[in-house]
């Protein structure tokens, strides 16, 4: 079997990043991915814009050229995809890792779910957090009309779509949704949008609201999903109201695969699923085995996303090389 210098799980940009770090410092890499690259970009809204500008979303030094400040969710598979062509990284696709294995001899051995296995000197878990969305665990949450993604309007055209989350992605797709003629209830538990919605989305989505033409039910949380109807309670008053609801979306939000870390030996806080690492090498309690991106943030991800994640690339390049490992500009250890 060939043993790899080092095997990065995760072909998002922190991990086409790190892979690009193996590169430049001559080590043989190997990215495994169960899906295709950048496949959680893949699975973004379709009309999605980033919120940090397309300079704060470059990876390897190449520049992201496009005529707007912001990308969009096409223009950022475009580039992550040319970069990873330019660069020549070497991929091994839709592979789903189910496990990682150090042995007497230091390396490790990385094991698929179909059986596959893989060996290096080194490991980076850079699975970000996009795959497990956050579950109200209520009863109905499976139900084949509710969905924890959205991808496009078309679909729920003269619909009642009711949306539960009052973040960025309940925002943006209550807006595409009203603008094609669906009929939108957003349900959040607190008394108002989250305060990390994007700025330019703040005054749109109020003064629908305020016209009527997006409905919301704040204070309120989710207690039943049927077909074609959903109820939720006043978390101040106790009253329980029923809304129609030919389409659900639980927008409110991810979280990284506590399972993987856990079956890859990392040690996790088990409140916060912070896991164990070293805040400067990103080294976790298994030495040789790192975490890169979003994937060590626990229930705080919005503390980390691409424009800081990639930089824990560098870092890990620099200790893995024996060099003075460079600063990150911001650590979670703020956390």
Not at 282 to 308: D, H, R
Request: hydrophobic share 40%.
């Amino acid at each position: 079997m060939h043993i790899h210098d080092v095997i990065i799980i995760g072909g998002g940009p922190c991990g086409l990043a790190m892979a690009i770090e193996a590169t430049k410092n001559g080590l043989d890499h190997l990215i495994l991915e169960k899906g295709n690259i950048t496949e959680s970009i893949r699975n973004y809204p379709r009309r999605m814009r980033f919120f940090s500008t397309a300079e704060n979303i470059e990876i390897g030094g190449i520049p992201f050229a496009i005529s707007e400040v912001k990308a969009n969710r096409n223009e950022a598979l475009q580039y992550y995809r040319k970069v990873a062509g330019y660069f020549n990284l070497n991929f091994k696709l839709f592979v789903d890792v189910e496990r990682t294995e150090k042995q007497t001899d230091g390396t490790f051995l990385v094991y698929a779910n179909d059986g596959q296995i893989f060996q290096s000197k080194t490991v980076v878990l850079a699975t970000g957090y996009f795959d497990v969305p956050r579950k109200l665990n209520v009863p109905g949450e499976n139900l084949p009309h509710v969905s924890h993604y959205y991808d496009e309007p078309f679909k729920y055209s003269y619909t009642n779509v009711v949306l539960v989350g009052g973040s960025n992605s309940s925002v943006e797709a209550a807006l595409e949704l009203y603008r094609h003629d669906a009929h939108v209830t957003i349900v959040h538990k607190e008394a108002d949008f989250r305060t990390k919605v994007k700025y330019w989305l703040v005054p749109d989505v109020k003064n629908r609201v305020k016209e009527g033409k997006i409905h919301t039910r704040f204070n309120n949380i989710t207690k039943v999903i049927e077909p074609g109807r959903i109820q939720i309670e006043n978390i101040e008053t106790g009253e329980l109201e029923w809304l129609p609801a030919d389409f659900v979306f639980l927008l409110v939000g991810y979280l990284p695969d506590e399972h993987l870390l856990f079956r890859c030996g990392i040690v996790l806080d088990p409140q916060t699923k912070v896991p164990t690492f070293d805040p400067e090498t990103f080294e976790t309690n298994i030495p040789g085995l790192y975490l890169c991106g979003t994937v060590m943030a626990g229930v705080f991800t919005e503390k980390i996303f691409i424009e800081n994640g990639r930089d824990h690339a560098a870092a890990i390049a620099d200790h893995l090389m024996g060099r003075e490992v460079r600063k990150v500009k911001e650590l979670i250890d703020r956390i």
